[in-house]
């Protein structure tokens, strides 16, 4: 007997699609842009160099996107979290005969741990009170970096880190940029699918309507310090990036200035999105350091290139791109109209 619902059967199953994934479309533009990146980078070392500062700005910014663009938690702690992941691989070089890559597992875990300490001892602040409150803690710890002279090497820092092997490996300087932008991109959509995903929406709405969230029945504080945690962790991922690749890590290394420029990374490049925080590290980048002509007032021109984004573009520049797009793709159909 011929079973003849199975041809039905496949007919009627979905077929999976790859356009259809969450997040791939900002994925691929990622990609292409990071090819792109990484050719004119080449084996020029001040490229290289930019590259690695863009990186270490992209991570910092991606790790308050969580808590501050998704949650509404606006910490300024970040100086800390990158010189805790900074601090780990220094340390762990230059002291210890462990593998350097178990830095950048500590680093992020022991960010994390500090984030959600320091979370709930803030746990009844918000806005300006919470940012001036992990804004002091920003500047106590590195006051500690200073003073703990016999841990953190004092004021001098820690210096002459020893190369990263990977199973007898030792990867060049480029191919350490090239794994640093994969890492990236990796963040950046990841981040991006747990935007969309249903915890991403819960702790949207908790940003806007925080009682009803708990109304609910989810656990708001609970929920701030998981976005609190995973920011100070992937911040300190770009911490120890950097410190890497510079060699050595001081108590200057990461100023409280990183942490007023990376609010602005993700209003440059738009907020909708985690890819806008990594576009406006690249821009951020650019504006401040590789235009010789412009570096004394890089700064002064990037404040000015916020205000002409927020009057003209408020979701920045990825979102203006995107309306663009979508005029583009509505014109043919508009004239064939007649409207």
Not at 69 to 90: K, N
Not at 136 to 153: H, K, N, S, V, Y
Not at 165 to 177: A, I, N, T
Request: net charge positive.
């Amino acid at each position: 007997m011929t079973d003849v619902s199975a041809p039905h059967a496949a007919a009627a199953r979905p077929r999976w699609d790859i356009r259809q994934v969450p997040g791939i479309g900002g994925l691929g533009l990622g990609i292409a842009a990071a090819v792109l990146i990484l050719t004119w980078v080449g084996s020029d070392g001040y490229r290289q160099t930019l590259v690695t500062a863009s990186v270490t700005y992209a991570l910092i910014a991606l790790g308050m996107y969580v808590p501050y663009l998704m949650a509404g938690s606006l910490s300024m702690a970040y100086s800390a979290y990158a010189g805790i992941g900074g601090y780990a691989v220094g340390l762990i070089s230059t002291r210890t005969d462990l593998p350097l890559l178990l830095a950048w597992i500590a680093g992020p875990i022991v960010a994390a741990v500090i984030a959600v300490l320091l979370g709930l001892a803030t746990r009844r602040l918000s806005g300006f009170f919470l940012a001036a409150v992990t804004l002091l803690f920003g500047m106590a710890f590195t006051a500690f970096l200073i003073d703990g002279e016999r841990l953190t090497g004092g004021s001098g820092g820690v210096g002459n880190l020893r190369p990263l092997r990977l199973f007898g490996w030792m990867p060049s300087h480029y191919q350490v940029v090239v794994g640093s932008v994969i890492v990236v991109c990796v963040v950046a959509f990841l981040l991006d699918r747990l935007r969309l995903s249903p915890w991403g929406v819960i702790v949207r709405t908790m940003r806007d309507a925080p009682r009803a969230v708990e109304a609910a029945g989810v656990r708001v504080p609970m929920m701030n310090l998981v976005a609190l945690a995973l920011g100070a962790a992937i911040a300190a991922v770009g911490g120890g990036l950097f410190a890497y690749s510079a060699g050595s890590i001081t108590p200057d290394t990461f100023t409280l200035n990183i942490v007023f420029l990376a609010i602005f990374m993700p209003l440059i490049g738009g907020s909708g999105t985690p890819w806008g925080a990594v576009a406006g590290a690249v821009l951020a980048v650019e504006l401040t350091l590789n235009f010789p002509a412009i570096q004394a007032s890089g700064t002064l021109l990037l404040a000015l290139g916020v205000l002409v984004i927020m009057l003209v573009a408020p979701k920045g520049v990825i979102g203006y791109a995107d309306k663009l797009r979508r005029r583009a793709m509505t014109l043919p159909r508009r004239r064939r109209t007649g409207g």
